[in-house]
């Protein structure tokens, strides 16, 4: 589905997930994370760019790095928090449905056997790149930050999620690119959120089409 498509089915208020394709259960168990390896953090700032082609490949998650636990005995995660509230929530949209990534136990919970790709941004490579990651702040985590600071505090915590995505995608040749261009009534309501779940941004993840460009 093209840009312009989607933006005529917005203003209409008709933009609506897709049918699953493929199983997946309920539950799902990702591979230990890879720690150690890969190129420098120097190099991979040198190579962090932004992709916006995609191949269809279907590849492994590297959720670790956008909320993972990197320091068990606290359950500190690879990205800060204002006072430990944690209010970052990693989304996956996937072709088999629309998971929560739980970072206790590095593994996806389904919600909805939907695919929300589509929804995920106006763009039209959304639609078919591996995965659509999408970050919500829960708000009712933040009882301890000034009400008047949470949305800036989450936005901030997102962003560092977003750059271990690009940093790890430049280290393993992956394409990347972070959004914030999508119908946010639409992407909640595909997704189910509730009042205090609030949309941040969406960064799509893939294998990068032969040819393509960066940014």
Not at 96 to 116: C, I, K, M, N, W
Not at 132 to 155: K, Q
């Amino acid at each position: 589905m093209n840009t312009l498509t989607k933006l005529a089915l917005g203003l209409m208020g008709q933009i609506r997930p897709r049918p699953a394709r493929g199983a997946s259960a309920p539950h799902r168990v990702l591979l230990p994370p890879t720690q150690d390896g890969g190129m420098s953090l120097m190099e991979a700032l040198r190579k962090r760019q932004s992709q916006r082609e995609f191949a269809t490949d279907a590849l492994t998650e590297q959720l670790w790095a956008a909320g993972g636990i990197n320091r068990p005995a606290p359950g500190g995660r690879t990205v800060p928090s204002a006072m430990n509230a944690q209010e970052l929530c990693l989304y996956v949209a996937l072709p088999q449905g629309l998971f929560r990534y739980e970072p206790g136990t590095h593994a996806l919970e389904r919600l909805s056997a939907s695919d929300v790709r589509a929804v995920t941004g106006y763009q039209d490579f959304v639609d078919l790149a591996a995965l659509d990651l999408i970050y919500v702040a829960d708000h009712a985590r933040m009882a301890l930050v000034p009400a008047a600071r949470r949305e800036a505090y989450a936005f901030a915590a997102a962003g560092a999620a977003a750059q271990n995505v690009y940093l790890v995608c430049a280290s393993a040749g992956l394409a990347t690119v972070v959004r914030a261009w999508f119908d946010r009534d639409a992407l909640s309501g595909a997704m189910g959120l509730g009042n205090d779940e609030q949309l941040l941004l969406a960064q799509t993840v893939g294998v990068p089409r032969a040819g393509s460009t960066a940014a």
